[in-house]
């Protein structure tokens, strides 16, 4: 039983429950008591340490993310502290290294009041969704960022992922790419999936055949993604075309090209997600599909502080959607 | 009349004189009445907020940093990051954006018992030191990092930047270079300085002319900096060479170079200070001097967590070098 079921029995707002519970002067003395019987009615206990964290603000934050050696991550971050420091809060900052235990252990400390929120990005082997969930009992504002989960009610922000796997593929093919390998991070991701859906989607719109053995799940392990890389490019079946569906990707494709003396773009084109300030002076220059993460940082700061002033947890819902743009450089050249 | 100079005038350890004003069972009943005594006649008051803040664990530290997409920033925190979680610490973290104003007001900020211990690189306009003079005032831990301060008694953990200024510059001399511009990105940092140094001494070294006019000092401003670099790359007394202080400013270089059609190496060898992934990756790959910023986070993290956990503050006082690396590539051959 918690707040959102007793509200739903009780036909009234969670935010009217709650404030029912919390003996607040907004409700009338009538709905308090019939809040607080049918609490007891249904076996519903006050959380009193959500509670206490409701009082004791901690003007903290804290952001859950794989990596900080990245430079999606640390644009989106300087976009969260921006807003952070206008609203006098401090960021805690917590890595994961793509590791779901690591993520699981950062949650449940997180459980203990040090923060007053938390944006999250989660790690590729995060499978499951349970320590999302106990955030949600506890009340424990959580917003989601790039990396979100489908299947938790919560704000999300992200990226057009399925239209901009679409577009960079269809790029590929415009530019003569016929055999397009597509390097996924993690199939748990929902973004992963998605730009690998908008993948799949331009290859068939364009009449070419899907194959999945041109997926290549790669990994955290860059020197086992490279020994993958090296594999395709080597195999008989090898692509004219490489989608990278993160950065780190794209650069394992360069250091596999280059040690393999392969030409890109000649005899291999390379279009990859990426926000490296380096993208125009690598040798050759990388076209990318790069996300708004400065804003994507932003954003979420904003709906994350909205919740905590507003209090209304359960209330904002919103899922917003940036657009990531092409840039188009010499490695899907002629 | 602070702890250091009241344990001074007792000719007792400063360890012993703040056991006395706590009341330590460590300490003889004769002792604290010397101590408190002085004290008195001295007009020494203890500091109840520092004393409060050594007793009441907060079980986090802070990160003052210039930025955080920045690869030697962001390898550092990494390293931080894996001593304060084997800990069990949380880690603040704070972004100065180069600005002195905003270094000072989150020092102010960390004074208030949030955090058990500070790392700080200090923002490249940081002239002055007050700031981290209140925070030993407060006998709040501090340890500087990378961009230290020399005239404040506190840990530092730095790379050896004069060694690694005069072993650059006597590379690019090796290879050819006659005429050597130097881009520094701030006279007040003492790590800038010192790469000065170590690159006019080994011009020196070499039978070179040194010039102030080859000293460019750019900013935080990149849009400024490629002017700067432009400038001096059209100039009649154009370098031959150039050794950039940070990383970003070997960038703004490649970008310059790319714009105005100028061939490194061949009319122009580039070394720079970074830790980019893609160093190797740039056209040409670039050479660079790497700094160990992973161990360097590493280092200064635990040598707070000694501070903080023998609460020895003012006794430790190491100073710790770590060595950089040249790694050569393409931009300084010939």
């Known amino acids: 039983m918690n707040l959102k079921q007793l509200a739903k029995e009780l036909n009234l707002s969670i935010s009217a429950v709650s404030k029912a519970l919390r003996d607040s ?40 993310v794989p990596e900080i050696a990245n430079n999606f991550f640390a644009l989106a971050i300087n976009g969260i502290e921006s807003i952070a420091q206008e609203r006098g809060y401090h960021v805690l900052i917590y890595l994961t290294h793509e590791d779901c235990q690591k993520e699981v252990s950062i949650t449940k400390l997180l459980q203990n009041g040090r923060v007053d929120g938390i944006m999250m990005s989660l790690s590729s082997q995060t499978a499951n969704i349970l320590h ?42 415009e530019m003569g790419c016929k055999n397009i390998a597509f390097l996924s991070i993690s199939n748990h ?44 490019l080597k195999s008989k079946n090898k692509p004219d075309g490489i989608f990278a569906s993160v950065e780190k990707l794209a650069l394992n494709v360069y250091e596999v090209c280059k040690e393999i003396k392969l030409d890109i773009p000649k005899n291999l084109k390379v279009i990859g997600f990426s926000n490296l300030q380096t993208a125009a002076l690598l040798h050759p220059s990388l ?9 994507m940082g932003r954003e979420a700061a904003s709906i994350l502080f909205k919740i905590i002033e507003k209090r209304g947890y359960n209330l904002i819902m919103e899922k917003t959607t940036l657009k990531s743009e092409i840039i188009v450089r010499e490695s899907t050249g002629n």
């Open 25 to 64: 002067h907004e409700i009338s003395a009538a709905t308090k008591t019939a809040v607080i019987a049918k609490a007891k009615e249904l076996n519903y206990q006050v959380n009193p340490f959500a509670s206490s964290l409701r009082k004791q603000k901690s003007k903290t934050i804290a952001v859950v």
């Open 132 to 173: 999302l969930e106990e955030l949600k009992e506890k009340q424990i504002p959580l917003v989601l960022f790039d990396r979100v989960a489908e299947n938790i009610d919560c704000p999300k922000i992200n990226t057009d992922d399925y239209k901009s796997g679409y577009k960079g593929t269809q790029h590929l093919v």
């Open 189 to 232: 991701l929902s973004i992963s999936n998605k730009r690998k859906s908008g993948y799949f989607d331009a290859l068939k719109t364009n009449g070419l055949k899907s194959d999945n053995n041109m997926v290549i799940e790669c990994s955290n392990d860059e020197e086992k993604n490279r020994k993958l890389i090296k594999k395709i």
């Open 287 to 295: 076209t990318t599909i790069t996300q708004p993460a400065y804003e």
